[in-house]
C-alpha cells in the first residue's frame, strides 16, 4: 500500500511512522493521561487496517485524521490534543510555502495525483508542466483573494466543485461554439496577420486548423465547428480546377467540352477534400496549445444545416472522408495505427440517414463501423433535439456544453459564436448525506448548497464583466465570437441569453440511495430522482430571471473530480454500502455503471433526465467490440434516433506495444492494491508502453487517469 504526501508524491505506507507520531504526542502529557504501550500499538494496527480497506492511497492528511479518531476511541483525550495542536503548527508552516513545493514536485514529475488529473496531458512534457505552474499560482491567488473563504471552504470540503480555478485569475471564459462561416467567408487575422477569404478547399481547412489552435490558447474549454462552414469551399475549389482544366486541356490543343472538363476536375476535387480532412485530421492532433494538449475540438457533422442540392452533396463526402480517416486511425510512435482523442465527432441522425433506403444510409453505415473501431462518432437525433430546442439542432461545445436557444432581433435563432462563461458543480450526495436521510432537512440543506453555487457562479460571471476584447483579438475582434472593437468590452455579451453559465450535478444516482433506500430506476425512487432535478432547474429559471443572465443546467462530466469528491464523503460520513463505497461517484444523472441493463432500457430511462439537463448532457451504452456486429450498432443509433437527444457507445480501443497485442488492455490491482493496466498477452504494465483508449467523460482520454476513475472503468458491465 501507498501514501500520497501533501506534495502530492506517493510513496510506501510505513505504520512504524504512525506508531512514532502517537508515540510523541503521548510524551508531552502527564504520567497519568498516557497511553500504554499496547494502546498505541492498537492504534496504529486499527489505522492500518482503515487505510487497507480504503482500497486507494489514503493522503497523509486522512491518516492523520484516522489517527485522531482512534486515539479519542482510547480516551486519551490529552494526548488527543497535543497531536491536533501539533498538526495544526505543521499546517501554518506548511500553508507558508505549499505553492512553492507544489510546483517543484510538478517539475520533478512525482507529483501522482496530477500525473493522473487530465487523461490528455502529459505530465512530463515542459509545456504541460509550465501550464501546470501556472495554474498552482492561479489556484492559491484563487483561493487567497479572488474567491470567498466560505465557497473556497466548501470546494476543498467536496460540497461543491469550483471548476477551472487554475484558469480563473485569468479573464478566461469556459467553452463555445466557433463561428467558423463568419471567419472564412468575411476573413479574419491570426497573430496580427490578415486571413482573406480562402480561395480552395484546403486553404479553408487550413486556416479553420489554425484558428482552433489559437481559440484553444484563449479559452479552458472545449471548442465545436462544423464542416457546413467548410463545405462551401469545395465549391470553390471546382469552379477553381475546372478553369485549370479547361486551360490545360486547351494549351495541349485537347477536346475541352464541359463534360470532360467536369469529369477530369471531379477527380482533383475529390483528392482535395481527402488532403483537406487529412489536414483537419492530423493538424488537431500534432498541434499544441498554450495548455499543453492538443485542442479540444469536437466536429460537428450535420447533412440538414445546408441547403439541399450541391452543398449538402459536397458536405456528404467530406463527412464520408472524415468517417474514412478516422476509421483508419493514426500512427503510433510505433507506426501502428491507433485511435486518437481528438478531434471528437458528431454525426447528427435525420430522416435522410437513419434508416436503410434512405439517400444518405450508406454514410451512416459508415458511421456506424467507426464508432465500433474508434469511438466516434457521437450521434445526436435531430428529431430529438428539435423537440427539446424550440425546433433547432445544434452541436454542443466541446463535449456536452449546450447552449440555450437565443435568437437575434430578425427572430432567427443563432448559436455559432457564443459561448459558455463557466461552471460550478453540487455535489449531491454530500447533500444527502448530511441530511442523515432526513427528507425535510435535505430539501433544506439542498437549498443551503444551491445559494453557494449561485454565489459561487456570480463570481464567474463578475470575473468576466468588464474584460476588454483585446485579451483575445481572435475571440472577441476577428469573428471567433464576435466583432467588437478595440477596447470595448465583452459585457453585451454576458447577459441576455446570449452566452450560458452552468450549474452542474453530480451523484444524482448515490443520491436517490442514500434518501431511499434504492436505485433511481426503481419506479418508487424514480420521482424522487426527477423531482431533484426539476427543483435545480427551478433554481437556474429563478436566477436567470432575476439577473437576465443564462444559468442552465448541466450534468457535468467528472474526471479528476469523481475521486475528489468520493474521497471527501468518506472522510465525511464514513464508507455507506452502495453510496460511498466507492472510489468514485456517478456522473450527472447516470444509472450507476455496475447496475445491469440493456442498452435500449438505459437509453429510454436516461432520456428523461437528459430532457431535464438543458445545459449539456450525454448518455452512453457500454459495449464489447462490435466490429462484427454493425447490424447492432445501427439498431442501438436508431434507437438514439427515436428516444434521446443525445447519447454515445463506448467500446475498447487499445494496443500493446510490447507484444503487439491490439485486445482490451486489463485493470488489475498491484502489491500496494494500486489499480494498473496490464497487457493480458505480455504482462506489460509500463504506461509509457502501451496505447490506451476510453471514454471517460463524454470525450476520449488516452493518458491514463487516477484511481477514481479507474476503478469506474473497470467496474462497468456491458449493456450489449
Known sequence: MNIIKRSGMETPFDAIKIKEAVTKANATVHEADRLSEAQIKAVTEQVTELCIQMKRSPSVEEIQDLVEEEIMKQDAYKVASNYITYRYKRELIRKSNSTDKQILSLLECNNEEVLQENSNKNPVVNSVQRDYMAGEVSKDITKRFLLPQDIVEAHEKGIIHFHDADYFAQHMHNCCLVNLEDMLQNGTIISETMIERPHSFSTACNIATQAIAQIASSQYGGQSITLSHIAPFVQVSREKFRREVRQELEAQNLPANDETVASMAEMRVKREIVQGVQMIQYQVITLMTTNGQAPFVTVFMYLNEVPEGQTRDDLALIIEEMLRQRIQGVKNEAGVYITPAFPKLIYVLEEDNIREGSRYWELTKLAAKCTARRLVPDYISEKIMKELKDGNCYPCMGCRSFLT???????????????????????????????????????????????????????????????????????????????????????????????????????????????????????????????????????CKKWAAESNIAFSLYGTPLESTTYKFAKCLQDRFGVIPGVTDKNYITNSYHIHVTEPINAFDKLTFEAQFQKLSPGGAISYVEVPNMQDNIEAVLAVMQHIYDHIMYAELNTKSDYCQCCGYDGEIRIIEDDHNKLIWECPKCGNRNQEKMNVARRTCGYIGTQFWNQGRTQEIRERVLHL
Open 405 to 539: 436557444v437565443y435568437r437575434e432581433p430578425d427572430g432567427q435563432p443563432k448559436f455559432y459564436g457564443r459561448f459558455n462563461q463557466g461552471v460550478v458543480t453540487i455535489n449531491l450526495v454530500d447533500a444527502a448525506c448530511s441530511s442523515g436521510q432526513d427528507m425535510d432537512k435535505f430539501w433544506e440543506i439542498l437549498e443551503e448548497r444551491l445559494n453557494l453555487c449561485h454565489r459561487a457562479l456570480m463570481c464567474r460571471h463578475n470575473r468576466l464583466k468588464g474584460t476588454p476584447s483585446d485579451v483575445a483579438p481572435i475571440l472577441w475582434q476577428n469573428g471567433a465570437l464576435a466583432r467588437l472593437k478595440k477596447g470595448e468590452t465583452i459585457d453585451s455579451l454576458l447577459y441576455g441569453g446570449y452566452s450560458t453559465i452552468s450549474l452542474g450535478y453530480a451523484g444524482l444516482c448515490e443520491c436517490v440511495r442514500y434518501m431511499t433506500g434504492c436505485s433511481h430506476t426503481n419506479p418508487e425512487a424514480t420521482p424522487f430522482a426527477l423531482e431533484i432535478m426539476n427543483h435545480l432547474n427551478d433554481s
